[in-house]
C-alpha cells in the first residue's frame, strides 16, 4: 500500500519560515519524481517545486528564491522549506509522487498552512 504522510503544516506570521516533510512508503522512492503543490479555497491545485532522482528542481514564479525542496533518499522522505511566507501561500500542501517511466502517480492527504498578515 502506497503512503505519502505529510507533516509540518501549521499556522504561522507573514515573514516566518516553514518546513514541510513527506514519507513515503510502499513505492521505490528512487524511481519517482517527487513533488509539492498547493490548493487555495476556490482555487485549483498549482506546481509548488519538484525534484527529480538527479536533483532536478522546478519552482513555480510564485515561490522561487523563497522555497527549498530537497529529497533524502535513504529515508523516503521529501522536503519543503519555506521562507518569506506570505498569506497567499496559504493553501493545503500536497506531497506528490510521480513515477519516471511509468504512469504512476501518487498524492498525500495534504497539510494546511496559514499565513496570517
Known amino acids: 500500500q502506497v503512503q505519502l504522510v505529510e507533516s509540518g503544516g501549521g499556522l504561522v506570521q507573514a515573514g516566518d519560515s516553514l518546513s514541510l516533510s513527506c514519507a513515503a512508503s510502499?513505492?521505490?522512492?528512487?524511481?519517482?519524481?517527487m513533488g509539492w503543490y498547493r490548493q487555495a479555497p476556490g482555487k485549483q491545485r498549482e506546481l509548488v517545486a519538484t525534484?527529480?532522482?538527479?536533483?532536478?528542481?522546478e519552482y513555480a514564479s510564485a515561490v522561487e528564491g523563497r522555497c527549498t525542496i530537497t529529497r533524502d533518499n535513504a529515508k523516503n522522505t521529501v522536503y519543503l522549506q519555506m521562507n518569506s511566507l506570505k498569506p497567499e501561500d496559504t493553501a493545503v500542501y500536497y506531497c506528490?509522487?510521480?513515477?519516471?517511466?511509468?504512469?504512476?502517480?501518487?498524492w498525500g492527504q495534504g497539510t494546511q498552512v496559514t499565513v496570517s498578515s
Open positions: 506528490n509522487a510521480n513515477a519516471d517511466f511509468a504512469s504512476d502517480i501518487y
Open positions: 525534484i527529480t532522482l538527479g536533483e532536478n528542481k
Open positions: 510502499g513505492i521505490i522512492f528512487t524511481y519517482y519524481t
